[in-house]
């Protein structure tokens, strides 16, 4: 029986790809009286669910799913975890 | 009669002045609804600007799943020249048709301005009218032009002739200057600024034909 499984996936720049959105960020820190924070990567995630035989299956799904649709693996890389709303 | 087709993604937006500056170069242009599975009886295939499927998730990523992106790269597998022009060129690099990928310009600024742009190879389907070291006025008109690839990949386009373009004052970040680069063999080209919109002097720059010129030039594919 399958069961419906909640999934998260964050997609971020790979590390040596310039992050223009995350360096305006950070650049606007100190006018807003925020000081001493650093290395700020912007990204974005992704939620859904999928139903699957058992966990790993759902993982698989997933997985394939944010790699070859939810990343550009050219310059992202993609984290994908079983997990709540 | 060379005939060309003119990919229609939902939310391409370039599609009218592409099929008009081929047609203004004695081609014939004919409109290829997304949708469909076969290109059948086309010499040349151009993927055009706009904002293909909204650009949801990143410029050219559903794109890259319309349908006729399978029976465009069985075309370009048979030597088929084809052009994907900004949003276009986005389509092709998604698709793994060409190397690399478009990221967002460096200062996150809409860039819609004239740019000049040196021809660095002519072995491509785009440029083999030109002659290398030739400067051209093209114009730019984007969000995500910032061409963007691995040490490995550039190393191999620089060996392979394969950068076909680049700014001669970098607008948007891109590696390397690159504008435009091709596949191995040269069929397929993808370019930021748009040579369809540089057909006339009267518009600011007639350079584009140069170019468009080079890549109606067809060598008919086998079928």
């Known amino acids: 029986m399958s069961t419906v499984y909640p999934v998260v996936v964050e997609v971020t720049l790979r590390e040596g790809i310039a992050d223009p959105e995350g360096a305006t960020i950070e650049r606007a820190l100190p006018?807003?009286?925020?000081?001493?924070?650093?290395?700020?990567?912007?990204?974005?995630?992704?939620?859904f669910e999928v139903e699957a035989d058992d966990e790993e299956a759902a993982l698989d799904v997933a997985t394939s799913l944010a790699e070859r649709l939810l990343s550009n693996p050219v310059i992202e890389r993609a984290s994908v975890r079983l997990g709540g709303p | 009669m060379t005939?060309?087709?003119v990919v229609v993604f939902p939310?391409?937006?370039?599609?009218?002045?592409?099929?008009?500056?081929?047609?203004d170069l004695g081609a014939d242009a004919q409109f290829v609804w997304h949708s469909a599975t076969d290109v059948a009886g086309l010499d040349a295939i151009i993927l055009p600007g706009g904002f293909a499927h909204g650009d949801y998730l990143r410029p050219g990523a559903l794109a890259r799943f319309s349908p006729v992106m399978e029976a465009i790269a069985a075309f370009a597998a048979r030597g088929g020249p084809v052009l994907g022009v900004c949003n276009g060129f986005q389509v092709l690099t998604e698709a793994g048709l060409l190397p690399g990928a478009l990221q967002k310009n460096r200062g996150l600024t809409f860039l819609c301005e004239p740019t000049t742009v040196v021809v660095t190879s002519t072995r491509s389907a785009l440029t083999r009218a030109c002659h290398v070291g030739q400067e051209l006025s093209i114009p730019i008109n984007h969000?995500?032009?910032?061409?963007?690839?691995?040490?490995?990949?550039?190393?191999?386009?620089?060996?392979?002739?394969?950068?076909?373009?680049?700014?001669?004052?970098?607008?948007?970040?891109?590696?390397?200057d690159i504008a435009g680069v091709s596949n191995a063999e040269g069929n397929v080209v993808?370019?930021?600024?748009?040579?369809?919109?540089?057909?006339?002097?009267?518009?600011?720059?007639?350079?584009g034909r140069t170019l468009l010129e080079g890549f109606l030039r067809v060598d008919v594919p086998a079928p």
Do not use: I, K, W
């Open chain 1, 31 to 47: 006018a807003l009286g925020f000081t001493g924070v650093h290395r700020l990567r912007a990204g974005r995630s992704f939620r």
């Open chain 2, 3 to 5: 005939r060309v087709g």
């Open chain 2, 11 to 23: 939310g391409s937006n370039c599609e009218y002045d592409a099929a008009a500056a081929v047609e």
């Open chain 2, 143 to 176: 969000f995500s032009g910032a061409y963007t690839c691995s040490d490995e990949t550039l190393a191999q386009l620089v060996d392979g002739d394969q950068v076909v373009l680049r700014y001669r004052n970098n607008p948007n970040g891109s590696r390397d």
């Open chain 2, 190 to 207: 993808g370019l930021m600024p748009h040579p369809e919109r540089a057909m006339s002097s009267l518009v600011g720059s007639a350079d």
